[in-house]
């Protein structure tokens, strides 16, 4: 099916294979590099499931191990096939996928082959099980000593009590160790099902090629997915304050927000531009209160905000350095019971509404952020582009019911990174 | 598809221009090229936060933002960056299109008119910068030159860039010291604002749709057409050799749990001005640039001694760092196989399939890069600051016949200078 988004200067093509496996073709005229990727609706928060009637409640970190594994072929590594080309390969597991990717500006289709072939092929053994163990334990390792990072874990440690999203993406050193060939086989028979996967080329491609490429390549059957488990839900969170210690010279704190998640047959794409905009107006580095917090040296130039997106779940994420974090905290606070209860100045709406269309607009600049934003829409049954036309059908009536949500007693929290 | 041109607008002003029609965002720079260090670097830091600000036309963070909003939500930046031995410090812009929005007609202008208030109108009180501004900015910039430590990754590398070139320019941060940034006074920045208007290059950057006589002549409705007086600092950078003696290794504990090693080599002369730099980014890729280089493969794959092992060609002072995160007690087996490896290359031990894979890896990147305006903004600015102005599409022209003779010459003419290790001491 071809889209046209006139109004974005953008178009589309789209196909379901027989085996499921969706596909999306985003050209981007006059680029040099095609950007393509290929992912699984897996990600680290997929940890408990259902499969062939077992259930699984596998160690941390699996399927992020999955994903570094998944290069190694029988007849070598993807990464070293890729190097012939000159193309240029990666892959990331986030909460709620691993994609694997690569982006070229040359012999696009030997890539793709490359790629669909080691992604849907798995080969494991104990020994190269046992090698990458010691790769990951140095990320681990890494990561733990970032205290942007641990910020963030300790948030969703703050927010939720049972969701899988409070443990740290690539999971522990002990998580690990328990992981061996047999439950890679097993995650990757769950859910590298092709019905679960989706595939996503940004630039210069044949698209018919592609799905022919796709459908030769891709497994003909597509077993059953596994049925994920997220524990049971609370409305409240689940500490209000969760606090590390680390070699900082400034506190760091992230202040969450527990919103509901969206309820099954409403827009996904249309509930995160909501949240994006409320987290905008909330503090965003234009909005008043971002203003007044940073004149009293509160906050500072790293502050970010961000609204997410989890199955069964979401919620906002504010945060960065500050030297009072309580403070920050309390500011945020009130701001949210004051804009639940008041509304948003319409001028203040207006204004917000139009900056974030263009940096979504902006954003179709950039392959590989485009065809990401598309394949998690994808999974969600929508279209990124489609974005355009939800705009017009957000008022501040909506950003204030969402401010309503968090506003609630025991939805905050607060996550800090003390100095030692 | 892409069209560069470069035009003098006045004594020591450039503005370089992409011409391309495939964005939907252009990117903007107004950036004051001036001396790394010295007695002004925290002054000249401060600088652009301050200024940041507010302008005498939109006076404070609120009616600033709200302009910006206005604007689509164009985005400027205040920035502080080393290139070479010269600190540029400015603002950075990207913002849509005009012809992607409704009534958005003349936004590029309104973002270029910002962009040189910015610089050039700032918000005064009595002649100076406002007081509130100026204390609040001195205390983030104390704020952010303690921040540095915070992130073990990029701490290790900038320790030992300190520790190698402490004889040189090159050694200094951008941000200057806290000693420097605690005597900051609005008298003192202000002065400091005068002398940089008065000597620094400045460099200018579209990339977008508009022709460049348009962007122009939006740059010369601005008070940068304002005539300057006095002498103008001359961007460079002294690529110097190793100096002579033994190999100097640092190892330094911090309250972290992974160790990290950095290994500072000079290039014996490759930069963006001197030597042969096609050769020595086909070298440094072989080694360390890639998912499929000897440092990947061995330090990383076939050792499992780290997550990344990688070296980086720092074209712009003819150095080159290996960056690597390993346990503690792995110290003299990761430093030595890093340098085994290099000795591989020094040897000639570099396969066909090598060669040609560094050849399109590096094609690639270059190729990739005309597809993003903010990397082309940071790639002219390099180039502008090293005195030359060589295209990427020039720069993949130099490695297409580089031979392995050449590769070797550049491994045989690396050096090793500084170790440095920062060793983790947490539990």
Not at chain 2, 231 to 236: A, F, M, S
Request: hydrophobic fraction near 40%.
């Amino acid at each position: 099916m071809i889209k046209n988004y006139s109004a974005l200067h953008e178009s589309m093509q789209t196909r379901t294979l027989a085996n499921g496996l969706r596909i999306c073709y985003l050209p981007k005229k006059g680029f040099s590099k095609t950007f393509a990727i290929l992912a699984t609706d897996f990600g680290s928060v997929d940890a408990s499931f259902t499969f062939e009637g077992k259930r699984y409640d596998t160690p941390a970190g699996v399927a992020h191990f999955l994903e570094h594994k998944m290069f190694e072929d029988e007849d070598g590594n993807a990464l070293q096939k890729f190097a012939r080309t000159g193309a240029s390969p990666n892959a990331f597991t986030s909460h709620t996928m691993t994609a694997y990717h690569f982006s070229c500006t040359d012999r696009f289709e030997e890539n793709l082959k490359i790629l669909l072939k080691f992604v849907f092929t798995p080969y494991f053994t104990d020994e190269n099980v046992e090698k990458e163990r010691g790769i990951i334990n140095q990320e681990i390792r890494m990561v733990e000593d970032t205290p942007n990072w641990e910020v963030f874990v300790g948030a969703y440690e703050g927010l939720y009590r049972n969701h899988p999203v409070r443990v740290s993406i690539p999971g522990s050193e002990e998580s690990i160790s328990h992981i061996t060939p047999e439950l890679l086989y097993t995650c990757h028979r769950a859910f590298y099902s092709p019905k679960n996967m989706a595939l996503v080329v940004c630039g210069t491609a044949d698209f018919e090629q592609v799905c022919r490429m796709a459908e030769e390549i891709s497994p003909k059957d597509a077993p059953e997915i596994g049925q994920r488990h997220y524990g049971e839900r609370r409305a409240e969170v689940h500490q209000p304050v969760v606090t590390r210690k680390m070699q900082v010279s400034l506190p760091q704190c992230m202040v969450g927000f527990k919103d509901e998640p969206v309820p099954a047959g409403e827009s996904r794409l249309r509930r995160s531009l909501i949240g994006d905009l409320a987290v905008r107006i909330l503090c965003g580095d234009t909005s008043p209160l971002y203003a007044k917090l940073y004149e009293k040296r509160l906050l500072g130039r790293d502050f970010d905000v961000d609204y997410s997106l989890i199955p069964d779940g979401a919620c906002a994420i504010l945060g960065g350095e500050s030297r009072d974090p309580a403070a920050v905290r309390e500011a945020l606070e009130r701001e949210t019971a004051r804009l639940a209860q008041e509304g948003i100045e319409p001028k203040l709406f207006r204004r917000m509404k139009n900056a974030l269309y263009g940096m979504r607009l902006r954003m179709l600049d950039v392959p590989d952020l485009y065809a990401r934003q598309e394949i998690a829409s994808v999974f969600a049954g929508e279209h990124y582009l489609d974005f355009a036309g939800l705009f017009d059908t957000i008022h501040a009536e909506d950003v204030q019911e969402m401010f309503r949500r968090w506003a609630q007693p025991n939805r905050s929290t607060m996550s800090v990174v003390e100095p030692k | 598809m892409q069209q560069v041109t470069r035009k003098t607008l006045g004594a020591g002003i450039n503005l370089t221009c992409v011409t391309t029609p495939k964005f939907k965002r252009a990117v903007l720079r107004t950036m004051l090229v001036l001396p790394l260090g010295g007695e002004d670097a925290a002054l000249r830091a401060c600088l652009p936060q301050v200024l940041r600000r507010g302008t005498a036309r939109l006076n404070d963070m609120q009616a600033f933002g709200t302009a910006l909003d206005e604007l689509y939500g164009a985005r400027i930046e205040a920035a502080v960056r080393k290139e070479g031995e010269n600190l540029c410090i400015g603002f950075l812009s990207d913002c849509i299109d005009e012809t992607y929005a409704p009534g958005a007609d003349g936004l590029t202008a309104g973002v270029i008119g910002l962009l040189c208030d910015l610089l050039y109108d700032p918000y005064l009180q009595d002649g100076l910068f406002c007081a509130a501004y100026v204390e609040g900015e001195r205390g983030n910039l104390i704020d952010r030159i303690a921040a540095l430590k915070n992130d073990p990754r990029s701490w290790a590398p900038r320790r030992l860039n300190e520790l190698m070139c402490e004889n040189e320019n090159y050694g200094k941060s951008a941000l200057g010291t806290i000693e420097q940034a605690e005597r900051i006074t609005p008298e003192t920045l202000y002065a400091a604002y005068r002398r940089a208007l008065s000597e620094a290059q400045v460099e200018l950057f579209y990339c977008g749709t508009m022709m460049p006589d348009e962007v122009e002549a939006h740059f010369m409705a601005t008070p940068l057409a304002q005539p300057r007086e006095g002498t103008l600092y001359q961007p460079h950078t002294v690529v110097q050799a190793r100096p002579a003696g033994d190999v100097r290794e640092v190892v330094e504990d911090a309250e972290v749990t992974q160790g990290k090693l950095s290994l500072g080599f000079r290039t014996g002369g490759a930069s963006l001005t001197g030597g042969e730099p096609a050769a020595y980014w086909m070298f440094q890729t072989i080694y360390g640039g890639s998912t499929s280089a000897k440092l990947f493969l061995n330090v990383r794959e076939k050792k499992s001694l780290c997550y990344y092992a990688s070296a980086q060609f720092v074209a712009s002072k003819g150095l080159m760092i290996v960056n690597s995160g390993i346990e503690n007690g792995n110290f003299e087996v990761a430093r030595d196989e890093i340098l085994h490896q290099l000795d591989l290359c020094r040897k000639g031990e570099i396969t066909d399939a090598e060669l040609e894979s560094a050849r399109k890896t590096l094609v690639n990147g270059w190729r990739t890069m005309l597809d993003d305006p903010l990397t082309l903004e940071r790639y002219w600015m390099g180039q502008a600051a090293a005195g030359t102005l060589v295209s990427p599409e020039e720069r993949i022209e130099q490695v297409a016949d580089i031979t392995r003779e050449q590769v070797i010459a550049a491994a045989q003419s690396t050096a090793l200078d500084t170790v440095f290790f920062m060793k983790g001491a947490a539990k």
